[in-house]
């Protein structure tokens, strides 16, 4: 490359550092705006009601002790899609208290914009005692074919992130497309 050829791109690079520097100064100046017309207005968002009851329960423990003697038993569908917070306050409310079952599929999360991480399932473990866990690898909502891709996907992942699922229904094919970033 001749000289010229670098100082364009030097300009290229800082002329896009620039750019983003703008950008993040608009999103942080949208942000505290959206946050002040929301206090102004008396407004909340989806992921404060978890946090207001996670204070609840926090500042007054006899709520969580009223909801402790009325269930005995706590299902919890989908919990992959629990985020820290909900885990927390799930903890709060039934740890020393009723049976607790959470039942999901830890290699599905698709609300990562609502926080939820992979880890779900490792949090509960450490939130209850003496957790039991019981695996079902048998789908009813997959083919054969479907479930033999998606175990040959995960073949390359750690042992604990494999997929290991049958299925008991023939399919027909399945057109996999793979993309290698190199």
Known sequence: LNAHAVQDEEKKRINQLLCNAKLRELVVDLSLK???????NNLAEYGDFTLYALKLIHDYP??????????????????????????????????????VTAVGDPQQAIYGFRGTTPGAFDYF????KDVKQLNLPE????????????????????????????????????????????
Do not use: M, W
């Open 34 to 40: 959206y946050y002040q017309l929301r206090e102004e």
């Open 139 to 182: 789908t009813f909502r997959n083919k054969k074919n479907i479930v033999d891709l998606a175990n040959h996907i995960t073949e390359r992942l750690p042992e604990k992130d494999r997929l290991s699922l049958r299925s008991r229904e023939e399919g027909g094919k399945v057109c996999a497309l793979i993309y290698k970033n190199k």
């Open 62 to 99: 006899s709520i969580a002790e009223e909801y402790r003697k009325r269930f005995r038993y706590v299902f919890l569908d989908e919990y992959q899609d629990t985020n820290h917070t909900q885990g927390i306050l799930i903890k709060l409310l039934f740890k020393n208290g009723p049976t």
């Open 125 to 128: 473990k450490s939130a209850f």
